[in-house]
């Protein structure tokens, strides 16, 4: 169960910087500059929370848990999910989500011991959704750029 929301995580991770990504090759009109340079912070950051999640999935669990065919179905889902509405606060909120989520089943689980930094690890995420989404609501409040 641990490993599912982990695995969960990641592949939301990786379906929220590539959309992150996407939005700042979109950004465009008067907040142009500013939208580019904000997108372009937030993919950047997840790069750093995707392989210290994976280190931390390869470390407790195999490897082998990390297979990218899997892990790329898993992240297109996400984004297949949010095609019907692509915008910065849905992405944020689908960060926060899952990563409370993996928290939570975490704390909860019972199973075997988990690394000293787990939790930390998977709260630091969360937090740092937190504040982004805080961020794109104060940007866009609730008419956030659809793709």
């Keep these: 169960m641990v490993l599912a929301a982990m695995l969960d995580?990641?592949?939301c991770l990786r379906a929220g910087h590539h959309l992150y990504h996407t939005l700042h090759w979109q950004a465009k009109g008067p907040q142009f500059y500013g939208?580019?340079?904000?997108f372009g912070e937030l993919?950047?950051?997840i790069e750093g929370e995707i392989d210290d999640l994976a280190e931390l999935?390869?470390?407790?669990?195999?490897?082998?848990?990390?297979d990218?065919?899997?892990a790329w179905a898993a992240a297109g889902e996400k984004i297949n999910m949010l095609v019907c509405a692509p915008d910065p606060i849905t992405i944020a909120e689908m960060l926060v989500m899952s990563a409370e989520h993996a928290c939570e089943v975490v704390s909860g689980s019972g199973e075997?011991?988990?690394p000293a930094g787990l939790d930390n690890a998977l709260s630091g995420i969360s937090t740092s959704?937190?504040?982004d989404l805080y961020l794109l609501k104060q940007r866009y409040g609730a008419g956030?750029?659809?793709k």
């Design 9 to 11: 995580l990641w592949a």
């Design 35 to 38: 939208d580019h340079l904000l």
């Design 43 to 45: 993919y950047k950051k």
């Design 144 to 146: 956030a750029p659809k």
């Design 68 to 70: 990218p065919v899997k």
């Design 57 to 66: 999935i390869a470390g407790h669990y195999g490897s082998d848990k990390l």
């Design 129 to 131: 959704h937190i504040k």
């Design 112 to 114: 075997a011991p988990y």
